[in-house]
Structures are given as C-alpha cells and as structure tokens.
C-alpha cells in the first residue's frame, strides 16, 4: 500500500512564506514524476508545479518566480517551497506522485494567507 503524508501548510501573512513537503512510503517501484496541486473553495483542482525524475521542473504561470519545487529522490520525498505569498493562493494543497502504475494522491494540507 502506497501512502502519501503531506505537512508543512498554515496561516501566514500575504508576503510570507511556508515550505510543503510530502513524503512517500510503501510498495512503490518507481516514481516518475511528482506534483503538486491545489484547490480553493469553490474552484476546480488545479496544477501548480511538476518535477520529473530528472529533475526537470515546470510551473503554473500564476506561480512563476515565487514557488519551487524539489524532490529527494532517497527519501521519496517531495517539496514546494512557497514564497511571496499571495492571498489568491489559499487553498489545499495536494501532493501527486505518478509512477509505471497507478498514480496517488496526498491527504492535503491547507494553506491560508491573510491580506
């Protein structure tokens, strides 16, 4: 069984800063490429940011230049680090990880930022 344990989210002010991780564990042969995603109240899930397992990287435009996201290929491990906040940018956030199988999916983490 494959699990998916996200942390990092909270209240911070517009302009602040918060690092997501999310780790995997569990029958997992290979992972290809990690995401992550959101979704506010009211609006359809959304991706935000993608690493493959090189390591190449892209972003959703609304995110360009203010989030990052890693991974730890030891440790199965996936990060997005998340600065200059903006009010808009509220909502869960989820983990994804695509691998040869079937993807899966983090519990979500909120992540408010107050004006």
């Known amino acids: 069984q494959v699990r998916l344990v996200e942390s990092g989210g909270g209240l911070v002010q517009a302009g602040g800063s918060l690092r997501l991780s999310c780790a995997a564990s569990g029958s997992i042969f290979r992972i290809n490429a990690m995401h992550w995603y959101r979704q506010a109240p009211g609006k359809q899930r959304e991706l935000v940011a993608t690493?493959?397992?090189?390591?190449?990287?892209t972003s959703a435009d609304s995110v360009k230049g203010r989030f990052t996201i890693s991974r730890d290929n030891a440790r199965n491990t996936v990060y997005l680090q998340m600065n200059s906040l903006k009010p808009e940018d509220t909502a869960v956030y989820y983990c994804k990880i695509s691998t040869t199988g079937p993807g899966y999916w983090g519990q979500g983490t909120q992540v408010t930022v107050s004006s």
């Open positions: 690493i493959t397992s090189d390591g190449t990287t």
